[in-house]
């Protein structure tokens, strides 16, 4: 088993990215973190591991915006730590790893959960994710959709996730909100569709 803790220079063009990764970075930061690494170039070493179907390639676990990053400042070589680990394993890891930047792309997050969850139950995986028991059962059980909007445009439409913090009272308040004025079938349908027509009503008040 490869030493993870051992740091190697790998050509980036041996680098793979892994389309199962859901983070994204805003181009702001990825801007700030290009300049960082150009000015300095001190950067946290990728984690990979061996490309499962490609000879003297590797895949990237952690690391997709400092690869990008590397490749556009003109290096050649990034540094990364080698892990030797299976498909599941790498799953877990872009769940937890890449929490640390960016945001995730709701729709990829959804697939990487489904797959993971044919393996593993909701408790186990709570255990394992920087995600609730509760958050992991409702991206599980997400039906996705085509967007009308998306088709219409000729373009793609990446779901977005936003997380409130409320108290009891306001709680129960946009609960209220929420249920009026949603009237799509599924559930996480209609928060979405309510939520968007709350904030339009609003915007249209002001």
């Known amino acids: 088993m490869q030493n993870q803790n051992e740091v190697k220079q790998i050509e980036l063009n041996r680098l793979i990215e892994n389309p199962e990764n859901p983070n994204r970075m805003s181009k702001q930061n990825f801007e700030k973190l290009k300049k ?3 000015e300095t170039g001190n950067y946290e070493s990728l984690i990979v591991r061996a490309h499962p179907k490609k000879k003297r390639s590797y895949q990237i676990i952690n690391g997709h915006h400092r690869a990008k990053a590397l ?7 990034a540094n990364c730590s080698i892990w030797d680990v299976d ?11 890449n929490r640390l930047g960016g945001k995730d792309d709701l729709s ?14 909701s408790k186990e995986l709570a255990a394992k994710l920087p995600d609730s028991r509760q958050v992991i059962e409702k991206l599980r059980d997400i039906t996705m959709k085509p967007l009308p909007l ?9 779901l977005n996730s ?25 559930k996480a349908e209609k928060k979405a569709s309510a939520i968007t027509q709350i904030a339009q009503e609003w915007l249209d008040c002001q």
């Open 150 to 158: 998306a088709v219409a445009c000729g373009r793609d439409i990446f």
């Open 162 to 186: 936003l997380v409130f913090f409320l108290t009891d009272e306001q709680a129960k308040i946009v609960e209220k909100a929420l249920a009026k004025a949603s009237k799509n079938s599924s």
């Open 36 to 38: 960082h690494i150009a």
């Open 87 to 97: 498909d599941d394993g790498v799953r877990i890891l872009l769940s937890t790893l």
């Open 108 to 121: 990829i997050k959804i697939e990487l959960i489904k797959k993971l969850s044919a393996k593993y139950s």
């Open 71 to 77: 490749k556009q400042i003109g290096a050649s070589y």
